[in-house]
């Protein structure tokens, strides 16, 4: 960390902020220019707080030199972690597609719909059991029941199966689920990912709404500090100004990640646009920056079906979808399970 | 709602969205324009998803007329929600000062900071015990520890005290605070709203950090609809491109929420800006705004003290912002509990 | 246009309201429901003021039911617009490739990257003579002398050529440039707008830092209206709250875009970015979202190249990405000029 | 600036970095420490691009330790500038209104309500002559003749005036009055810039819809470095994601700009909240916060007197808010010029 303070400080301030620093087990090399003195800090930075020194009255600037992730960051695990779901591996060059509806709703639903999505060559089937709702008056999902039609669904098509737990005292519903997902809104819910980082199951952590990669990184080290190292990112939009779909897909975050961590990357389109037909390009465009597969919502119930609405795609167009995604891979150097 | 369909579009998806409507228990008013067809829909909206709706294919556009909160609007209860704690009141004219460092630190620490600010006019202390940090390497809080010297401070002085949950597992430990604090990062934990509106101890609830000020009355909502009413809201600055300030307070929201709602509203200017020499200037805007309040930093520790730094305000800094305030409460038709 | 008038509302305000509407040669349809009011507007309302209906006191909300562009609308003219520039189309499943420095330097410089960028697959040479610079104190293109260096690079290599116009009062030096180029600092200089839509000549229209894409829509219509059909839009990012990349690129504006208009769309990378390692995989991504080009920086300079520095390529990179965009673009249907 | 490179760098390419620094005519001081090497630019960096070099693959950081604004900083000028419009001050103390309606329709209505704005206590007169309308459909204002009326209501009043001006091209027609309005779309128009900074005629140069402070500074010095010092700033809301406000107010950026520049900076709530019940506490608010002035919207018409409407206020609602602010800038230490 690099500390560059004011010109014509009173020393004795400068001294007291080197104090402290040494006070919390780090070195400090001074180095006096014309205009500023400028402090190295020396040592493993992570534990200093940024924020509380960059507003010091006597400070004009700090840089990290170090990242303040240790266990998520490439520089020391230079190796993708390859994270394997009953046979189906995130990262590595490998590419998975997540699909399944919004909510489970009926036993048939859920089945149907995962076979119509196995058989396009989704590997993962989600399906929301809790559902984070801005409105109390919303629907808040099946909960304990939804997971156990969930589970129900594994059983019968031998998938693989992912969905939300928003609070600890959950966990042991979802015993069974194959991945816990971590919804955005809880990306800094720390109690959650904590206890999350205690389990060996795989977590995957969408963004927060208005999340920088710094500190989605900085949740990811939460689980993994804790002890649990199989965590996959899904980069799921943010919060901007245009409201013409509902978040804006931040699509360069993808090479940004691939650059910065180990962990696997994979997009979701459905929540980013809230549009589905925007889902087969934003999941083309996701091939292309580099993601390691992608979550995407089918629908084969009739409400929505009516209307072909909403953010769910049909089997139909999921399958079209898939198979221009096989059409791209080998440009970015990745291929499917069975590929 | 009124529900915009697009022209040209088959009738039959538009029955079928109409039947989907009437499934949900509401009338619809149909009237067929030249170049749209426009539904009324009657009855009790809130539990429609107008984002499923606004989605599909055949819709043009949707409108809420009525606002999705009914518990915290106005127009429902039209004067000031007054909210008592230890015999000061938010809201109705009343104008409140809660005031201490942003960590307990020790018993000393915390008492002479309480002294100080009571003495130049604060009747609330607050103190943070259990800290949300981004980084898992960073000083987490005193926890427990750091609720019982609040406490021990609060009977020194007889001070109300506010401290931040961030967990419904510490709710016991929470037992004699007077004000449960929900932090911008846990404005949507649902969980953890539901279960503190089981309660009747009053909540203070922070904007999120990308939070519209629809969803953070639908976060108070979650509150007021398990039974409890005594919800204080508190801006305390949103994301923005802008980075000179740490986030970008939001002093439009004090006006628009005095209007829709009958809540009281404070500000938390420290966080905001996280610059203390804008705690000042940012603290006489909110009054000017006609907030109900401030909740603001002040330390009396030798660390921060050496540098003036960081958000938090000297004693003596935070007297003389107070004596400011005073001049312009008038101004407003507001006034401090004593005058 | 849809105007919902809240309940209650005194019907003198309402007859006034209606009777301003029908003032602009406007019929009113109005539809009495138990909530509300609501007005329909039949006729061309695209001069009406939607920003001031909507804050008038008795109105609920508004609603277009029209877009407000009319040029650029696809649903008055569903085929793509395929703009020829020297015998290379934008538009209509071509896939052109723009190149070139930021800045022209000299004329060794200009000719040698364009010789490079063409024998690679690059259609277009970009070079800067007159630069947007945040700063009067940093250097601001070579100007004049900057135009005539690139004319001399298109007649030494053959290629089309494209700059960057910031003053109508310019425009006499760009005769022979094939393409203007408005940057996004300019995309509502409404007098520049309007200049260069009394031409012929086809405009490269950037969005705005921070502009919507229906006001970017706005923008091309203002060259449209005044006759000049020839508008590429060009999406290059848009300002949020990530610092991480010099602008996040909004890469679902591209489908949206090829859905809403009929104009051809590209993406530019190398700014939206501005670093060069996230080009080829922003550039892939651009390809799998439906663009239907690139415009892409590319140096030859010892002083970038010193460094492989900053949002520019070296022609060997650019020659790289190019082989991997001719895999993906079957995929999308699209394909490059001699394909 | 402090250039900070990243660990187990090629040394070729470090000193190649610092030669071509040297080439700027600027000394380098290096500091080798254990994880990186500082470099420390010695000499007037304004003209360093911070841009390119912070992008560098070598490059871990840059900080500016000067402010790249020298004209407009008040480090090197530390007094408050005092401009002098017909006998008001801007700044040193002073606090000016400037009001009138959103555009010059007729002599009567720009007369009428001048002589009411005057009676008031406004001190400028504001008429919108050459409109920026985001579509070419919407009325442009009465240009020349607009300006025409506005003079006569000057003659007629006393009340020095102020307009908007969006094209260099216009600069005669600008003869006569007070103060020349740069928009917020044009504040990154350099060519209307620079010939405005060859002026004498004060120039209120509104913020850029997403401008940053620093880039908003940096406009400043374009025209300050051309030779006219007489620059007001004027804050008027900022892009974000909340759409209840037309833009977010950005209060915070008064006391921030009071710190960094000597210029004089006001606020414009109408533009900033697009609703005029807003206006009277955000002008409340902004006077708390520090501002030299307040610029109001105050209309006479009946199209929006009907409706009580949009973002203007009535003259008697302006009336009444200048009685508050009366009151409450005794608090701030500021004066009108009568009082």
Known sequence: MIVVIKKDKDPKQVDSLINWIKGLGLGVHVSEGENSTVLGLIGDTSK???????????????????????????????????????????????????????????????IEVAQAVKRAGATILRGGAFKPRTSPYAFQGLGVDGLKLLKKAKQETGMPIISEIMSEEHIDDFEGVDILQVGARNMQNFDLLKRLGRLKTPVLLKRGLAATIEEWLMSAEYIMSEGNPNVILCERGIRTYETYTRNTLDISAIPILKERTHLPVIVDPSHASGLSRLVPPLSLASVGA????????????????LCDGAQSLRPDQFDGMVKAIDMMLPAVGKHRDDK
């Open 48 to 110: 200093v707080d940024i924020g509380l020194v960059r507003t010091l009255d006597i400070v004009e600037s700090v840089t990290r030199v170090q990242e303040p992730y240790k266990n998520a960051n490439r520089k020391f695990h230079p190796a993708d972690t390859v994270i394997d779901v009953g046979g189906h591996k995130f990262g590595g060059g490998s590419f998975q597609i997540i699909a399944g509806p919004c909510s489970v709703e009926s036993e048939r639903q859920i």
């Open 290 to 305: 580099g993601a390691d597969g992608l979550m995407i919502e089918v629908h084969n119930d009739p409400v929505h079906a």
